[in-house]
């Protein structure tokens, strides 16, 4: 392993922790020293990723980026629309899902812990209807503003997968998540059919 390698390993060690750490104390209680004492890496170590633990979770976003990134590439592809459409979102639930602390510590702790976190969420969704865009645009044969349709669509999946989190029937959170599912074909294809009618450009 090289030591790129290495120091990446580290930083998601200490991200999954950062994550534990706040789903169980939350941020106003949590430290840097229950942060290591979960992840197994020094002091030194932690500083030489991180400024701070805002620091931290601001960067746990970026731990989904191959997901939001494989919305927009499902959008381009070939078969059912709608179908491809659900295996995007599929791909963050998946995430969230072997992860339920990341998911906490996404749609919940960030959006709580400070001015710097609520900000790095609201990109975070921001991108996620960036790619939402692109593949429901290639659906309706023309450009959707990422911030109508796209941004709607991401904010009730948000809600569904918190409702899941603050109240899950069962210690399966992939299961809880996947659950969501149905919802969010109806309301993908509802959206779908707004924007059909709304956001189609007007010709003179």
Do not use: C
Request: negative net charge; aromatic residues 6%.
């Amino acid at each position: 392993m090289t030591p790129a390698e290495v120091a990446e390993q580290q930083r998601r060690r200490i991200i999954v922790a950062v994550a534990t750490t706040l789903h169980e104390r939350g941020f106003a209680n949590s430290t840097v020293a229950d942060v290591l004492a979960g992840s197994g890496v020094s002091r030194k170590t932690f500083y030489q990723q991180f400024s701070n633990l805002t620091d931290a979770v601001v960067a746990a976003h970026d731990l989904l980026d191959e997901a939001v990134g494989r919305i927009e590439l499902l959008g381009r592809g070939d078969g059912n629309a709608v179908e491809r459409l659900e295996e995007g979102v599929m791909e963050v639930i998946r995430v969230f899902g072997k992860e339920p602390a990341l998911a906490w510590l996404l749609l919940v702790e960030s959006g709580a812990a400070s001015d710097g976190t609520r900000r790095r969420q609201q990109e975070f969704f921001g991108r996620v209807a960036d790619s939402l865009s692109v593949a429901i645009s290639q659906i309706v044969g023309y450009q959707v503003p990422s911030d109508g349709i796209p941004l709607a669509l991401v904010g009730a999946v948000a809600e569904l997968l918190r409702a899941k989190l603050y109240n899950p029937e069962s210690d399966d959170m992939l299961a809880e998540f996947e659950s969501i599912m149905p919802t969010v074909r109806e309301l993908g294809i509802a959206l779908l059919n707004l924007s059909r009618r709304t956001d189609r450009p007007t010709t003179n």
